[in-house]
T-cell receptor
Framework: RKEVEQDPGPFNVPEGATVAFNCTYS??????FFWYRQDCRKEPKLLMS???SGNEDGRFTAQLNRASQYISLLIRDSKLSDSATYLC??????????FGSGTKLNVKP | GAVVSQHPSRVICKSGTSVKIECRSL??????MFWYRQFPKQSLMLMAT?????????EQGVEKDKFLINHASLTLSTLTVTSAHPEDSSFYIC?????????????FGPGTRLTVL
């Protein structure tokens, strides 16, 4: 079983839509959680960290459910520029990071 | 803050040559640096993890004699692809982590696109 699992998508949504991605992780001792976005042929860039209390940054909301071991990312009012691959990342012990395979989002006009 | 540079951004070389890629953390001390490889339309694949001043830890299936990693200082790590072959053509990305705070994460360099002819 993979350490971190994501639905690969693609998610095809119209501009203005709300879209949600989920990610599950297998190690209950995982310490930190993050969402990255990766544009085609570019490096991943940190989108936001995910805290137990949930956190919001503009149109983006991230939530963590430790009991069920999943992380979510909600994007409201999707823009064309949100089209990218979204990577779920979990940090375990000894500074070991585990990446999901990514969820591809296509926002259409 | 948390800027990571990588050089060169693009390399085209002949088969059999060695290629050196540098990764630098510009505004923080990176106790750990990671090297990844990504083939087109595939996920990032971790190649190795290196801690400053110690030998790199390679992932299964990655040849340590082919991919030489040096992490000589808290701001610099290098990856040398020795005797490169066309199948080594890929997007190589480094990342750096300070590894201190629980919220600390990895910050990625812009990547090096290697093409071996």
């Amino acid at each position: 079983r993979k350490e971190v699992e994501q639905d690969p998508g693609p998610f095809n949504v119209p501009e203005g839509a709300t879209v949600a991605f989920n990610c599950t992780y297998s190690n209950s001792a995982s310490q930190s959680f993050f969402w990255y976005r990766q544009d085609c042929r570019k490096e991943p860039k940190l989108l936001m960290s995910v805290y137990s209390s949930g956190n919001e940054d503009g149109r983006f909301t991230a939530q963590l459910n430790r009991a069920s071991q999943y992380i979510s990312l909600l994007i409201r009012d999707s823009k064309l520029s949100d089209s990218a691959t979204y990577l779920c990342v979990v940090r375990g012990n000894f500074n070991k990071f585990y990446f999901g395979s990514g969820t591809k989002l296509n926002v259409k006009p | 803050g948390a800027v990571v540079s990588q050089h060169p951004s693009r390399v085209i070389c002949k088969s059999g040559t060695s290629v050196k890629i540098e990764c630098r953390s510009l505004d923080f001390q990176a106790t750990t640096m990671f090297w990844y490889r990504q083939f087109p339309k595939q996920s990032l694949m971790l190649m190795a993890t290196s801690n400053e001043g110690s030998k790199a830890t390679y992932e299964q299936g990655v040849e340590k004699d082919k991919f030489l990693i040096n992490h000589a200082s808290l701001t610099l790590s290098t990856l040398t692809v020795t005797s490169a072959h066309p199948e080594d053509s890929s997007f190589y990305i480094c990342s750096a982590s300070g590894g201190q705070a629980y919220t600390d994460t990895q910050y990625f360099g812009p990547g090096t696109r290697l093409t071996v002819l």
